[in-house]
C-alpha cells in the first residue's frame, strides 16, 4: 500500500514526529510511506498553486493518509495549519473523502489532546475514515514497550485499509449562523466608560467593518471615552512561523530577533497593556493560521508567563460554542499565563442589541477586574501543566531551556516539589507506620478525616477579618 505521510514539522526531515514515522517503515517494509513536508514548504506552496496540487494528486493516489506533527503551542505548527486552510482555499477537499487516516503527534504531553481533537476533527470535516490517533511522548520510541505500542497502532491502520473497515464520526459538521450584526451607535454613545487610566490594545486579523467581526470590534471600541489602540496582525512584518529551533532555550532572543517585527510587538505593545482583547474568525476548528502564528512565535519566552495579571477577552466570529476545543485551548493558554480569562463574546447567539450589551458589559468588567487586579484561581488547565513544566525543565529541558531554568530557580517553582514540603514529610514519618499496623488507630484516624479537613476552613471562616 501507498501511504501520505503529511508532515507538520516545520524542521522537515529532522522532526522527532518523522523518526516514528521512519520506524513505521522499517516494521512494515511491504508498506510505502512517503513523507511530505507540507509544513516546512508552506510559503512555496502558499505562492505555488501548482505544487499544492502536485500533492493533492498523491494523495488521492494513496490508499491511506498520516498526520503526522509535533504539538505546538496546544495545537499543531501554523504551517500545518495554513496547509490544512489551502484544502479547503482551493477547494480540494475532495482527495481526501473517504481516506483511510490517523494522526500521530510527539510532545511531552501538554495540551496534546487539543491537538488530536482539532485533526480528528479536521478529518471528520474532510469526510475522511479516522482510524485512531497516538501520542507519545518526544523520547518513548527509547523504550521497548512503547515501541511495541507504535507496532501495533500502524497494524491496526493498515489492518484498517484492506479489510475496509467501518469508523465512526465524532465531530458533526459547524453551522454557521446566517446573521449580520447591526451596532446601535446611539445607544453605545449613551453609555460610555472611561479606561479610567488602563492601557487597552485589540489585536485582530481582521478590521474590515462591513464584516460582523469588523463591527463587535468597533462597538466595543467605542465603549470608552478614550480612543482604543487596534493593532492588525496581519500589518506586524512576521517573516514566518515557528521553526522548532529552540535557540530561544537560552536567553529568549528568537531566531528572527533582526529580521522581523514580532520580538518588538510582543515585548513593546503587548506586555505593557493592563487590558487586552483578541479578535478573529473562526476558520476551520480554530482561529487563522496568522493568529496561529503570533501563538507559535510567542514561544520565544519558551515556557516563562509574560501575560502576568492582565485582563483578557476574546471576541470571536463564528460557532464558536460549537467547538469546545478552541475555548479550553485559550483557557489553558491564559490560565498558563497567569492573566484573567474575563469573556468570550460571538455573534453566535442574541440579536444586535444584546451583543451591543454582552461587548459593553465586557468592556466594565475589564475595567472593574483590572482595577481590583482580580485574578480567577487556578483549574487544572495551568496546575497540570505548571507541574508538567517544572517536572521536564528541571530535568530533562534543563540544558536547552536555560532561561527557563533560570526563572523558575528564582521564583521558587522548583520548591514546589512534593518531597520539599517539610511538615508533610515529618507528618507522614509519624503516622503512616502507626496507621499501616494499628488497626484501631487507623479506624478511628479515617472516621475523624471529613472534620480534620473543614476545622481549619472553619477558623478562617469565622474571623474573615484576620
Not at 50 to 75: M, N
Not at 187 to 201: A, C, D, M, P, R
Not at 202 to 215: A, E, F, V
Not at 341 to 348: A, S
Request: hydrophobic share 35%; aromatic share 12%; proline share 4%.
Amino acid at each position: 500500500m501507498k501511504i501520505i505521510v503529511l508532515n507538520g514539522s516545520p524542521k522537515g526531515d529532522l522532526s522527532v514526529t518523522m523518526q516514528y514515522i521512519l520506524y513505521i517503515q522499517k516494521k512494515f517494509p511491504q508498506h510505502e510511506l512517503k513523507i511530505l513536508n507540507v509544513a516546512q514548504q508552506i510559503k512555496h506552496l502558499d505562492r505555488d498553486q501548482e505544487k499544492f496540487y502536485e500533492i493533492i494528486e498523491e494523495i488521492k493516489a494513496s490508499d491511506g493518509i498520516i498526520w503526522g506533527t509535533p504539538v505546538y503551542v496546544l495545537l499543531v505548527p501554523s504551517q500545518y495549519k495554513r496547509f490544512i486552510e489551502l484544502i479547503t482555499e482551493r477547494n480540494a477537499k475532495g482527495a481526501f473523502k473517504d481516506k483511510y487516516t490517523v494522526a500521530l503527534t510527539t510532545s511531552i504531553h501538554f495540551f496534546d489532546h487539543t491537538a488530536h481533537n482539532y485533526l480528528h476533527a479536521i478529518c471528520d470535516d474532510l469526510e475522511m475514515k479516522y482510524v485512531g490517533k497516538f501520542s507519545p511522548d518526544m523520547n518513548e520510541l527509547f523504550r521497548s514497550e512503547n515501541r511495541t505500542k507504535l507496532i501495533h497502532f500502524a497494524k491496526n491502520f493498515f489492518y484498517a485499509i484492506e479489510n475496509n473497515i467501518p469508523t465512526s464520526k465524532h465531530f458533526p459538521p459547524l453551522n454557521y449562523r446566517n446573521f449580520s450584526y447591526n451596532p446601535n451607535k446611539i445607544e453605545v454613545k449613551k453609555n460610555k466608560i472611561s479606561t479610567e487610566g488602563k492601557k487597552i490594545l485589540i489585536i485582530t486579523d481582521s478590521t474590515d467593518d462591513r464584516t460582523n467581526l469588523g463591527k463587535m470590534i468597533n462597538t466595543f471600541r467605542n465603549s470608552f471615552t478614550e480612543n482604543i489602540e487596534i493593532i492588525n496582525i496581519y500589518d506586524i512584518n512576521i517573516k514566518g512561523g515557528c521553526l522548532g529551533c529552540c535557540q530561544c532555550g537560552y536567553d529568549n532572543q528568537c531566531v528572527y530577533k533582526e529580521k522581523d517585527e514580532f520580538m518588538a510587538f510582543w515585548n513593546q505593545k503587548l506586555k505593557p497593556s493592563d487590558i487586552l482583547v483578541f479578535a478573529g474568525n473562526i476558520k476551520d476548528r480554530y482561529l487563522s493560521s496568522r493568529w496561529k502564528m503570533v501563538f507559535d512565535r510567542a514561544f520565544f519566552n519558551n515556557h516563562v508567563p509574560t501575560l502576568i495579571g492582565k485582563q483578557i477577552a476574546f471576541i470571536i466570529s463564528g460557532p464558536l460554542s460549537q467547538i469546545p476545543n478552541i475555548k479550553q485551548i485559550f483557557q489553558a493558554y491564559l490560565e498558563s499565563q497567569g492573566s484573567n480569562c474575563v469573556d468570550f463574546i460571538t455573534d453566535e447567539f442574541g440579536d444586535s442589541a444584546e451583543i451591543n450589551s454582552v461587548l459593553q458589559n465586557c468592556a466594565h468588567q475589564l475595567i472593574r477586574f483590572s482595577n481590583s487586579n482580580y485574578i480567577q484561581p487556578e483549574t487544572y488547565l495551568s496546575v497540570g501543566g505548571k507541574l508538567l513544566f517544572r517536572d521536564a525543565v528541571y530535568s530533562r529541558l534543563r540544558l536547552i531551556f536555560r532561561a527557563d531554568d533560570k526563572y523558575y530557580e528564582k521564583q521558587g517553582f522548583y520548591d514546589t516539589f512534593p518531597q520539599n514540603d517539610e511538615m508533610a514529610k515529618k507528618m507522614n514519618e509519624q503516622l503512616i507506620p502507626v496507621i499501616e499496623n494499628n488497626e484501631k488507630f487507623r479506624k478511628k484516624f479515617y472516621s475523624m478525616i471529613k472534620e480534620a479537613i473543614v476545622n481549619p476552613l472553619k477558623s478562617i471562616v469565622a474571623h474573615p477579618d484576620k
